[in-house]
């Protein structure tokens, strides 16, 4: 006998209050593991993933945001999703092109993407950036990629920022706290 009230079950419609603005930052995971424990992956990450999580709760202040990971053993997460140290953290071109055959992170990106961001914020390594560019929309995204990206961007109507080793840098997070605040 199966459970009646699973049948019934219905999406839930979200609808944004009026003056709110909603943010979605989109980075990937690091090889700086702070924790042996299950933990969520905000809180498992550091390195350089350090730098958006700031970003993340500068943007926090002034937005409703979510934030994804792209995990090289899980694929696209949310960040509050609880995980476990793991030892494929993908850093090179065949690597990322090896996690999207395994989880299908960039469709994953794209559908959540389609749904009520009025901003996405990328900020991840250049061939990472190659691969998920074509799912995310026009007109809403801040990225923060390499300079040959720069044009492209524009056509698109995004913000770009160069990435210059680091993740997001502070010149650039104060430039996105700036874009985001405009939007109120």
């Known amino acids: 006998m199966g459970c009646n009230s699973c049948h019934s079950v219905q999406p839930v419609e979200y609808r944004k209050k009026e003056g709110e603005i909603h943010t979605l930052v989109i980075s990937n995971d690091s090889t700086v593991f702070l924790t042996e424990q299950w933990v969520s992956a905000f809180e498992m990450f550091g390195g350089r993933l350090t730098e958006v999580k700031k970003l993340v709760a500068r943007l926090d202040e002034i937005s409703e945001v979510s934030f994804g990971i792209i995990s090289g053993k899980y694929g696209f997460i949310p960040a509050n ?104």
Request: negative net charge.
């Open 81 to 184: 999703y609880v995980v476990m140290k793991y030892d494929n953290v993908p850093e090179s071109k065949e690597e990322y092109e090896e996690l999207q055959e395994r989880t299908d992170y960039v469709g994953k990106i794209g559908y959540i993407c389609q749904s009520f961001f009025d901003k996405i914020i990328v900020c991840v390594p250049k061939d990472m950036f190659a691969l998920i560019k074509d799912v995310l929309p026009d007109g809403k995204v801040i990225a923060v990629t390499n300079p040959i990206f720069k044009e492209e961007c524009e056509k698109r109507g995004w913000t770009h920022l160069p990435r210059n080793g680091a993740r997001v840098g502070n010149e650039n997070a104060d430039e996105i706290v700036r874009i985001v605040s405009e939007m109120r």
